[in-house]
T-cell receptor, first 114, second 112 residues
Framework: GNSVTQMEGPVTLSEEAFLTINCTYTATGYPSLFWYVQYPGEGLQLLLK?????DKGSNKGFEATYRKETTSFHLEKGSVQVSDSAVYFCALSDWSTGGFKTIFGAGTRLFVKA | EAGVVQSPRYKIIEKKQPVAFWCNPI?????LYWYLQNLGQGPELLIRYENEEAVDDSQLPKDRFSAERLKGVDSTLKIQPAELGDSAVYLCASSSTGNEAFFGQGTRLTVV
């Protein structure tokens, strides 16, 4: 079956550091890929998405490129801020019985220090 | 546009008692998901509806969990009887076909 694997956290960075959170997937079809973010005390919200190979999703300075050859969708940001401290979830959506099914990785917690 | 609405936000019950969670998805979204999120982990799918049909309930512990989505809109997830291990956050999400899922705030269940 489909699965999503992301790097374990927590990741601790200083403000303005470069961020990479690795995500790899296995899928039988041609999934769409997503990064969701969960800020403390809040629900999950979509950060960015890519629907086909070589697409780059971007939002709020974060980027991720859909790499079919390496089955990866790594999240990057050039300069993190304290306000980026949150849990980040990689996810995929693929055709399954009767419709599209979305599954998630375990999440990576990011702490950014001032 | 209103988002996904869940209630209650918090629930504390004694073990062996029943509990129910309610979800109102975004208008027009045909797909509705219930996920379980344990502390420090990612959401795990319990059940997925396409309109009123439960198309994937393979991860739903059917001995104690049940769900319904009457008329293909609102949905209810029930646990009877609850066990200590059911303490978690229960998330509802909805999507239009093939697009990203939108999540509610979740219901935090504590079983004591």
């Amino acid at each position: 079956g489909n699965s999503v694997t992301q790097m374990e956290g927590p990741v601790t960075l200083s403000e303005e550091a470069f961020l990479t959170i690795n995500c790899t997937y296995t899928a039988t079809g041609y999934p769409s890929l997503f990064w969701y973010v969960q800020y403390p005390g809040e629900g999950l919200q979509l950060l960015l998405k890519a629907t086909k190979a070589d697409d780059k999703g971007s939002n709020k300075g974060f980027e991720a490129t859909y790499r079919k050859e390496t089955t990866s969708f790594h999240l990057e940001k050039g300069s993190v801020q304290v306000s980026d401290s949150a849990v980040y979830f990689c996810a995929l959506s693929d055709w399954s019985t009767g419709g599209f099914k979305t599954i998630f990785g375990a999440g990576t917690r990011l702490f950014v220090k001032a | 546009e209103a988002g996904v609405v869940q209630s209650p936000r918090y629930k504390i019950i004694e073990k062996k008692q029943p509990v129910a969670f309610w979800c109102n998805p975004i208008s027009g979204h045909n797909t509705l998901y219930w996920y379980l999120q344990n502390l420090g982990q990612g959401p795990e799918l319990l059940i997925r509806y396409e309109n009123e049909e439960a198309v994937d309930d393979s991860q739903l512990p059917k001995d104690r969990f049940s769900a319904e989505r009457l008329k293909g809109v609102d949905s209810t997830l029930k646990i009877q009887p609850a066990e200590l291990g059911d303490s978690a956050v229960y998330l509802c999400a909805s999507s239009s076909t093939g697009n990203e899922a939108f999540f509610g705030q979740g219901t935090r269940l504590t079983v004591v």
